[in-house]
């Protein structure tokens, strides 16, 4: 097989892009590079064509099918016609009827405001070497032509969905909520709006699932992009986050941060069910969905193959809503700690902000915290909520069963804090674990 340098895997057969570089497929006329390069105003749907010539794939044609002066990104047909969505009297209506049989895989795809992206990010998922799914695409209460991006291209290609969510406000979990009770496949792809799929993700990660039913979740690597706009602390996390590439590594490590990448994860549909889908809180809805996975015992996977292209951009809504912040992530760790904890006490390494936060946290959720420990001399002898620090080798005497969880920001103290822990005899997942 020939490699797709662009993405740094190994892919199916290539081509030649618009642009004369390597391209993943024969279907699409621009690679990777082309999309991270392209400017907004000027992209067009490149999985549109191909989703009309995939003859063994789903019916595509219908009696409303586009021709090309309509396809989206030239066009809108919300604007040249067709009744707009936005006057239904219900909260979410069906714009477009299912194909008959139950596909094995369904796409979660929420969008808002995306107009800029959508087409790339759709056009991606429908030109999957896998053909066999369904798109739930979900218009959360836009207020561009999203709407009329997503009803072009469920007009082209059959295997997608639409939904349509009223109001002035996005809600992403309702929007998730509300594609997952649509959909019908066993398994469930998460995708972004502004995201970029190799062409190969689904039928590299199902066949993971398909052979181990004990399985929950397979992920894959990603990439941050475009590179001009990803800070340092981004591609830190990406690194961090293709490291982690077994079960054992992503358990182990998943009181750090998200050990998976929401829109690079297949998921089984029954095991978020089993422990109830998305959930509205005050904190990342991903994090706390992969942490009560884990508290249920089930178990994740990770392709070595970096099919997911993460777009950067500052608009995105980890960076603009409060949920997604340090307090947020500190609210689903503490949940996830507290039940694993089940009635012992704790202990937190680090007193500095980090591990107040966590403290108050667990405070507020009846949990015991014993004592803070530091290895500032500076911060030794405060008592933050009625908690005292202790310097390390007092905290290690007067320790009577506490799990030590660490609660230090920096990945090089984070390091540090590990290897203490180890040298002092404390086993990693029973007696302490690495938080953020």
Same mark, same amino acid.
């Given at each position: 097989?020939?490699?797709?340098?662009?993405?740094?895997?190994?892919?199916?057969?290539?081509?030649?892009?618009?642009?004369?570089?390597?391209?993943?497929?024969?279907?699409?006329?621009?690679?990777?590079?082309?999309?991270?390069?392209?400017?907004?105003?000027?992209?067009?749907?490149?999985?549109?064509?191909?989703?009309?010539?995939?003859?063994?794939?789903?019916?595509?044609?219908?009696?409303?099918?586009?021709?090309?002066?309509?396809?989206?990104?030239?066009?809108?047909?919300?604007?040249?016609?067709?009744?707009?969505?936005?006057?239904?009297?219900?909260?979410?209506?069906?714009?477009?009827?299912?194909?008959?049989?139950?596909?094995?895989?369904?796409?979660?795809?929420?969008?808002?405001?995306?107009?800029?992206?959508?087409?790339?990010?759709?056009?991606?998922?429908?030109?999957?070497?896998?053909?066999?799914?369904?798109?739930?695409?979900?218009?959360?209460?836009?207020?561009?032509?999203?709407?009329?991006?997503?009803?072009?291209?469920?007009?082209?290609?059959?295997?997608?969905?639409?939904?349509?969510?009223?109001?002035?406000?996005?809600?992403?979990?309702?929007?998730?909520?509300?594609?997952?009770?649509?959909?019908?496949?066993?398994?469930?792809?998460?995708?972004?709006?502004?995201?970029?799929?190799?062409?190969?993700?689904?039928?590299?990660?199902?066949?993971?699932?398909?052979?181990?039913?004990?399985?929950?979740?397979?992920?894959?690597?990603?990439?941050?992009?475009?590179?001009?706009?990803?800070?340092?602390?981004?591609?830190?996390?990406?690194?961090?986050?293709?490291?982690?590439?077994?079960?054992?590594?992503? @358990?182990?490590?998943?009181?750090?941060?998200?050990?998976?990448?929401?829109?690079?994860?297949?998921?089984?549909?029954?095991?978020?069910?089993?422990?109830?889908?998305?959930?509205?809180?005050?904190?990342?809805?991903?994090?706390?969905?992969?942490?009560?996975?884990?508290?249920?015992? @089930?178990?994740?996977?990770?392709?070595?193959?970096?099919?997911?292209?993460?777009?950067?951009?500052?608009?995105?809504?980890?960076?603009?809503?409060?949920?997604?912040?340090?307090?947020?992530?500190?609210?689903?760790?503490?949940?996830?700690?507290?039940?694993?904890?089940?009635?012992?006490?704790?202990?937190?390494?680090?007193?500095?902000?980090?591990?107040?936060?966590?403290?108050?946290?667990?405070? @507020?959720?009846?949990?015991?915290?014993?004592?803070?420990?530091?290895?500032?001399?500076?911060?030794?002898?405060?008592?933050?909520?009625?908690?005292?620090?202790?310097? &390390?080798?007092?905290?290690?005497?007067?320790?009577?069963?506490?799990?030590?969880?660490?609660?230090?920001?920096?990945?090089?103290?984070?390091?540090?804090?590990?290897?203490?822990?180890?040298?002092?005899?404390?086993?990693?997942?029973?007696? &302490?674990?690495?938080?953020?």
């Amino acid at each position: 097989m020939a490699r797709w340098a662009i993405l740094g895997c190994s892919g199916g057969s290539t081509s030649t892009c618009a642009a004369g570089r390597s391209s993943p497929s024969p279907r699409s006329t621009r690679c990777a590079r082309c999309i991270e390069n392209t400017s907004t105003s000027s992209r067009r749907p490149s999985g549109l064509a191909a989703a009309s010539r995939r003859g063994s794939a789903t019916p595509t044609t219908t009696s409303g099918a586009l021709d090309s002066t309509t396809a989206p990104g030239r066009g809108s047909p919300g604007r040249d016609g067709a009744p707009s969505s936005r006057t239904s009297s219900t909260r979410w209506r069906v714009l477009e009827r299912p194909v008959a049989a139950a596909p094995p895989v369904s796409v979660l795809f929420p969008a808002r405001n995306a107009a800029a992206t959508v087409d790339d990010a759709l056009g991606s998922v429908l030109e999957q070497t896998d053909p066999d799914f369904e798109v739930i695409a979900v218009d959360d209460a836009s207020s561009d032509d999203t709407l009329d991006r997503l009803r072009a291209w469920a007009a082209r290609d059959r295997r997608v969905r639409v939904l349509a969510r009223n109001g002035a406000r996005g809600d992403l979990v309702a929007a998730l909520e509300r594609a997952r009770a649509a959909a019908r496949g066993a398994y469930l792809l998460r995708m972004d709006a502004d995201d970029f799929a190799h062409p190969e993700r689904l039928a590299a990660c199902r066949p993971l699932l398909d052979a181990d039913p004990a399985l929950a979740a397979v992920s894959c690597l990603v990439r941050s992009f475009p590179g001009a706009r990803v800070r340092p602390g981004r591609r830190r996390y990406d690194a961090w986050l293709n490291g982690l590439r077994t079960h054992e590594a992503m @358990a182990r490590e998943r009181f750090v941060e998200s050990p998976v990448a929401h829109p690079s994860v297949l998921l089984r549909a029954c095991a978020v069910a089993a422990v109830g889908g998305y959930r509205r809180f005050a904190g990342p809805e991903d994090y706390d969905l992969w942490l009560r996975l884990f508290a249920a015992g @089930a178990r994740f996977a990770k392709v070595p193959r970096l099919l997911l292209f993460w777009r950067e951009r500052e608009g995105r809504l980890s960076r603009r809503c409060p949920r997604y912040g340090p307090a947020g992530f500190a609210r689903a760790r503490a949940d996830a700690f507290a039940r694993l904890l089940a009635g012992r006490p704790a202990a937190l390494l680090g007193s500095g902000s980090a591990g107040r936060r966590m403290a108050r946290e667990l405070l @507020a959720r009846g949990v015991r915290v014993s004592f803070f420990v530091d290895r500032d001399p500076r911060k030794v002898g405060r008592s933050p909520y009625g908690v005292p620090v202790l310097g &390390f080798e007092e905290a290690l005497a007067r320790r009577r069963g506490e799990v030590v969880l660490t609660a230090v920001n920096a990945w090089g103290a984070r390091a540090a804090a590990r290897r203490g822990l180890r040298e002092a005899g404390l086993r990693e997942g029973r007696d &302490f674990f690495l938080g953020g």
